[in-house]
């Protein structure tokens, strides 16, 4: 059976070189490229770091663009060089969150633009994960109901961060997955999980550990010990969970402020007429930032507390090699005297039990408190 070609001429596979190492991609980009294919409006590009979604996201965008163009064979080295008028590439800049800067202007207002030289426009968007609540608002419509000529491809290396956040904008866009390919990088992820069964919890991701190195993390650290260890003596008596609740709420009440900053300085990039509906829910958005970075550091305070108790259970159990906390080894086996390993595992399951229950908006002072007690009475018999 002969391939399929795109409009500009070229067999398919060939427009979008690598795309056989991806059978969903494949399956969903080829038949669009066929002469009679029609493309999506929008697209998600997800899957883990490394997998080739950018590579296939710009060969993408190169064929569309080469559809109908005066001169078809150049398209994808302008493309490459990113110097194609009638494409557009949203990189949010360092670690920060994609915001309404990146996607008012560039995007939204360009969107509405008739294409200079090709028959279509192309917006890729990386990292929209990351996208604020304000910047998805924006663009809701946009990927709605976009004009004919417009094609968005979002790229995101974490498609689980994208749902939550704004579940209308995904729904929107037809989905191609990409997986890491090849028995070397099955080894890999075979190898990572072995060791992980072997070492237990591991205590944070990349961006946990930054944060755990600054004076932040030496003060949730020190905390989190404080309250496993009030347990595990009998002193409960003394609340030792408020602290981590006014670091939690501290650490909100900043993520707010520095969400009040941005929306200022967004409300001069709109129209005097939008200013008003943007400021309410940039109103909402920032009590939902508010209590997400609350979580986010209870749930930080609590894997340290679960870590604590973790290293307890390994010098409890004659596996000293095994804990983390080596700075505070005499403390560790301080703690571990006298104490069951069956117990401690079991408190090591209500911590993180506790931590898992502050996705249901439980109360946050109810559920530390009650796991303290829990534990004091699990561990001080």
Known sequence: M???????????????????????????????????GHPSHAYLFHGPPGTGKRTIARAFAAALLAAG??????????????????????????????????????????????????????????????????????????????????????????????????????STCASI?????????????SARSVRRRARGWRSATRGRRARLAGEEGEALRANAERFVRAALAGETGERPWLALLELAREAGASAGEQAQELMASELELLPGKERKRYEREGLEARRRGE????????????????????????????????????????ELEQDARGREGARLRRAVELAAQTRLSLALNVSEELALEALAYRLQALLTV
Request: hydrophobic fraction near 40%.
């Open 2 to 36: 002969a391939r399929a070609a795109d409009p500009g001429g070229a067999p398919a596979g060939e427009a979008l070189p690598g795309i056989d190492a991806h059978p969903h991609a494949r399956a969903v980009l080829l038949p669009a490229l066929a002469p009679q």
């Open 69 to 170: 163009a005066r001169e078809p064979g150049t398209v994808a080295e302008r493309v490459r060089r990113d110097s194609h008028p009638d494409l557009t590439w949203v990189r949010p800049s360092g670690a920060r969150r994609c915001s309404c800067r990146y996607i008012e202007e560039p995007v939204v207002a360009a969107a509405t633009r008739t294409p200079f030289e090709s028959a279509r426009r192309v917006f890729v968007i990386e990292a929209v994960d990351t996208m604020n609540d304000q910047a998805a608002n924006r663009m809701l419509k946009t990927l709605e109901e976009p004009p004919s000529f417009v094609h968005l491809l979002l790229v995101t290396d974490r498609r689980g961060n994208v749902l939550p956040r704004s579940p209308r904008a995904a």
């Open 177 to 189: 997955r990409f997986r890491r390919s090849g028995s070397r990088s099955g080894y890999r992820a």
């Open 291 to 330: 209590r997400r970075v609350r979580t986010q550091t209870l749930d930080l305070s609590l894997r340290l507390a679960e870590l604590w108790l973790r290293d307890v259970l390994c010098i409890c159990e004659g596996a000293p090699e095994l804990v983390y906390a080596v700075d505070r080894r005499g």
